[in-house]
């Protein structure tokens, strides 16, 4: 491919799809698979979507077989990643051999297979905030509403205020209810070839302050290390860990290059980096500018390696039987 001129977030998400299949932790998603309770057609799971994206970890639950019967809500602060959810997972069910229906605005579907194996999902889609949703949550198991069974999150909670947010958010899982966690990015962005030592170091450390300084709404929203974090958070907020482990993201080109649109989910790598430090006054204009285009070259001569350490929970809120 070549470089490309402009950038489509959508367009990334579905690429980083193989580069996410390669990564998930197998011991964790083993650990969460004989842990999560049986589910039946008349007595689906509750399961919550936080970050959702255009739907893409959704397909993965279902295709890997984790999930069959499930009352799914999924959200994003995106109108626009959820209008794509809404289309995405209906080619997705379609393409699966599953009947489809939905509301005109695709915000609710109905996913229904018989053969080759069974599958029930009613899915709600919502583009709402995270904070906005847990506090109109919490108002409604104030009513009596019950906790959800499942609450997923992947290449999310390392954007948001994890101290504030996710005591509140585990609270919404019902006693005994699981959470999974994956892809929380932990401290380490590399890339090789080496272009030069000192200015890969600079851009990798200013890049991982780029997220720790995020603020949204004046709120800090990112934390570099939010994988390591996760550990002592998920313990503080009465949250047992059951299997954590890496789940790093790890692109190279092969014989036939890189797989499926992995050479776009790098060029888009690059490109963030590239909107994330322009300006930024620890970095010589030039030589950063350089750096980005032997980047992108890299990737059009097939000889960029880029990993990312990142690691998967799955656990449990309240006690766990021993
Ligand atoms: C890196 S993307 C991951 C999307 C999806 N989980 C995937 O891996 O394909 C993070 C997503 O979180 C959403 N997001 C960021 N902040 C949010 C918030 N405060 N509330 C809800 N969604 C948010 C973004 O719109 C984006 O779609």
């Given at each position: 491919m070549s470089i490309p001129e402009?950038?489509?977030?959508?367009?990334?998400?579905?690429?980083?799809?193989?580069?996410?299949?390669?990564?998930?932790n197998l011991r964790v998603w083993n650990t969460l698979q004989r842990?999560?309770?049986?589910?039946?057609?008349?007595?689906?799971?509750?399961?919550?979507?936080?970050?959702?994206?255009?739907?893409a970890s959704l397909q993965r639950l279902f295709d890997w077989g984790l999930l069959q019967f499930a009352d799914y809500t999924a959200l994003d602060i995106s109108r626009q990643n959820i209008a794509e959810a809404g289309d995405q997972i209906s080619a997705w069910a379609l393409q699966s051999g599953c009947?489809?229906?939905?509301?005109?605005?695709?915000?609710?579907?109905?996913i229904v297979r018989d053969e080759p194996s069974e599958l029930r999902l009613h899915l709600r889609l919502e583009a709402i905030d995270l904070s906005d949703f847990i506090a109109r949550e919490q108002n409604a198991h104030r009513q009596g509403a019950a906790g959800w069974d499942f609450l997923f999150a992947h290449a999310f909670l390392d954007l948001i205020d994890l101290p504030n947010l996710l005591p509140?958010?585990?609270?919404?899982?019902?006693?005994?209810?699981?959470?999974?966690?994956?892809?929380?990015f932990d401290?380490?962005?590399?890339?090789?070839p080496t272009i030069d030592p000192e200015l890969d170091e600079l851009v990798q450390r200013l890049y991982h302050r780029t997220m720790d300084e995020r603020l949204v709404n004046g709120h800090p929203s990112g934390d570099s290390r939010a994988g390591r974090?996760?550990?002592?958070?998920?313990?503080?907020?009465g949250a047992p860990i059951l299997a954590a482990g890496a789940s790093d993201w790890v692109v190279f080109a092969g014989p036939n290059g890189y797989p499926g649109d992995e050479a776009y989910f790098l060029h888009f790598i690059i490109h963030t980096i590239h909107q994330a430090l322009a300006g930024r006054p620890e970095l010589d204009i030039r030589k950063f500018e350089d750096w980005v285009a032997q980047r992108h070259e890299q990737i059009e001569r097939q000889e960029l390696v880029y990993i990312a350490h990142q690691l998967d929970f799955v656990g449990k809120v309240g006690a766990i039987e021993t």
């Open positions: 402009q950038y489509s977030f959508s367009r990334y998400l579905e690429a980083k799809k193989s580069v996410d299949d390669r990564a998930i842990a999560l309770p049986m589910a039946a057609a008349q007595s689906p799971l509750r399961v919550l979507e936080v970050g959702c994206g255009t739907g009947r489809l229906r939905t509301t005109p605005d695709k915000s609710e579907l109905w509140s958010l585990l609270q919404l899982l019902r006693p005994n209810g699981l959470f999974y966690f994956t892809i929380n401290g380490a962005t590399l890339f090789e974090k996760l550990f002592a958070l998920l313990k503080g907020a």
